[in-house]
């Protein structure tokens, strides 16, 4: 007789139980794993501010937000036209 969990109802087996706690602790890794990512570009981002390291903190806030290139203007040229 396999081990059943929970009421009569809702009773799983134990390789349904297991799946699910390894379904649930996938999900807090891969949780806990984006915060510490956020965290070390955080602090990366904050030490080369605090020893004034625009090389590095520019670099480390690309890595982290991308580059974008400014907005090219489309129409008029001339200053007088705008």
Same mark, same amino acid.
């Given at each position: #007789?396999?081990?059943? =969990?929970? @009421?009569? +109802? $809702?009773? %799983?087996? %134990?390789?349904? =139980?297991?799946? /699910?706690? @390894?379904?649930?602790?996938?999900? %807090?890794?891969?949780?806990?794993? /984006?915060? $510490? @990512? +956020? *965290? #070390? =570009?955080?602090?990366? %981002?904050? *030490?080369?501010?605090?020893?004034?390291?625009?090389?590095?903190?520019?670099?480390?806030? /690309?890595?982290? =937000?991308?580059? +974008?290139?400014?907005?090219?203007?489309? $129409?008029?040229? /001339?200053?007088? *036209?705008?």
């Amino acid at each position: #007789m396999p081990i059943m =969990f929970g @009421s009569r +109802q $809702g009773s %799983l087996s %134990l390789a349904q =139980f297991m799946r /699910r706690i @390894s379904h649930a602790n996938y999900k %807090l890794a891969i949780k806990h794993k /984006r915060q $510490g @990512s +956020q *965290e #070390m =570009f955080t602090n990366d %981002l904050h *030490e080369a501010l605090m020893a004034k390291d625009n090389v590095s903190f520019w670099k480390t806030w /690309r890595a982290k =937000f991308g580059h +974008q290139k400014a907005a090219s203007v489309v $129409g008029p040229r /001339r200053s007088n *036209e705008l």
